[in-house]
């Protein structure tokens, strides 16, 4: 079994910092796009930020220049620097990884969740 697990969240007021990180464990062959996605109260889950295994990223336009993603391979982690937060970023955040496992004896290959972790944004 493939287990995302994610850490970092917290309460933090506006203009601070908080840096996420997400573990992918199990009998894992490959992990491929990682990314972080989020989902505030009442609204649609959405793309925080991405990478690829060669380091290429992608990020939602409300969040360039203040976040920053990268990844160790060999930790299989990825991470998740957010600067210069803003209330508006209050949301539960979610790791996603594109993996290659051995599930259950079997191959396996497809998108896998961290149980997500909450970040609150408050004066």
């Known amino acids: 079994q493939v287990q995302l697990v994610e850490s970092g969240g917290g309460l933090v007021q506006p203009g601070e910092s908080l840096r996420l990180s997400c573990t992918a464990s199990?009998?894992?062959?490959?992990?491929?796009?990682m990314g972080w996605f989020r989902q505030a109260p009442g609204k649609e889950r959405e793309l925080v930020a991405s990478i690829t295994r060669g380091d290429m990223t992608n990020y939602a336009d409300s969040v360039k220049g203040r976040f920053t993603i990268r990844r160790d391979n060999a930790m299989n982690t990825v991470f998740l620097q957010m600067n210069g937060l803003k209330p508006e970023d209050t949301a539960v955040y979610y790791c996603?990884?594109?993996?290659?496992?051995?599930?259950?004896?079997?191959?396996?290959?497809?998108?896998?969740w961290g149980q997500g972790t909450q970040v609150t944004v408050s004066s």
């Open positions: 199990g009998t894992i062959f490959a992990v491929n796009d």
């Open positions: 996603n990884a594109d993996v290659r496992a051995l599930v259950g004896g079997l191959a396996y290959r497809g998108d896998c």
